[in-house]
């Protein structure tokens, strides 16, 4: 089982530049999300999806879209890239969101990570 | 504002004694808990979790206590290991069920 598997590792762009962050996960989650990393400010969550064709926002979404097209992959798309989103980018999934809808509550799993420079 | 906060960036213990890393959240309608530890380079890993209907879990070294009056939960680890130095993240489902809210993270250092 490879679970979460991001690509690239490492990615510099150019400020203007548009790219996509692949996520993939083998477990068959219905849940995905993007999480970024920045210093002495936790993980922040960019955007989640609750199954296949359905995305949502979360708390720093601003030049992200993300789409989820199959259960397996959630790719993240950079627009233009600017310097504030230098940064660690984390996918995570999980069986199922949490609380009362929730058969069971589930932890996330994430991939390695993205770490992208913007210059 | 800050949902859930861990309020000690670091914390240094010796092998073999108890490590306390502590979490408090804000909003009382927090229902599941998580605990992450994340090595460097690494993405972050699943620990230990709790849900409000309990206030105590174990799983080994690692036990969590959740106090929800005061909207405090910690994470106790006996004994330490240097194996253990990384960061912890505290972590809460919101109320809504579709999202884990972060801690900024306690960086724990086990010294032998």
């Known amino acids: 089982n490879a679970g979460v598997t991001q690509t690239p590792k490492f990615q510099v762009l150019k400020t203007g530049q548009s790219m996509t962050l692949q996520c993939a996960q083998d477990?068959?989650?219905?849940?995905m999300s993007w999480y970024r990393q920045d210093p002495g400010m936790g993980l922040r969550l960019i955007h989640y999806?609750?199954?296949?064709?359905?995305?949502d926002q979360g708390e720093v979404p601003n030049g992200y879209n993300v789409s989820r097209s199959t259960t397996e992959d959630f790719p993240l798309r950079l627009l233009s890239a600017a310097p504030s989103q230098t940064s660690v980018y984390f996918c995570?999934?999980?069986?199922?969101?949490?609380?009362?809808?929730?058969?069971?509550?589930?932890?996330?799993?994430f991939g390695n990570g993205t770490r992208l420079t913007v210059t | 504002d800050q949902q859930v906060k861990q309020n000690s960036p670091s914390l240094s213990v010796q092998e073999g004694r108890i490590s306390i890393l502590n979490c408090d959240y804000t909003?009382?309608?927090?229902?599941?808990f998580l605990w992450y530890k994340k090595y460097p380079a690494e993405g972050p890993t699943f620990l230990i979790s709790?849900?409000?209907?309990?206030d105590k879990n174990e799983d080994g070294r690692f036990t969590v206590f959740l106090n929800k009056s005061a909207k405090h939960l910690s994470l106790h680890i006996v004994p330490s290991q240097p194996g253990d130095s990384a960061v912890y993240f505290c972590?809460?489902?919101?109320?809504?069920?579709?999202?884990?809210?972060f801690g900024k993270g306690t960086t724990l250092s086990v010294s032998s």
């Open positions: 995570a999934s999980s069986y199922s969101p949490w609380g009362e809808r929730s058969s069971y509550n589930s932890p996330l799993h």
């Open positions: 477990m068959n989650h219905e849940y």
């Open positions: 999806s609750v199954g296949a064709g359905i995305t």
């Open positions: 909003n009382s309608m927090f229902d599941y």
């Open positions: 709790i849900s409000s209907i309990k």
């Open positions: 972590a809460a489902a919101n109320q809504a069920g579709t999202a884990l809210i």
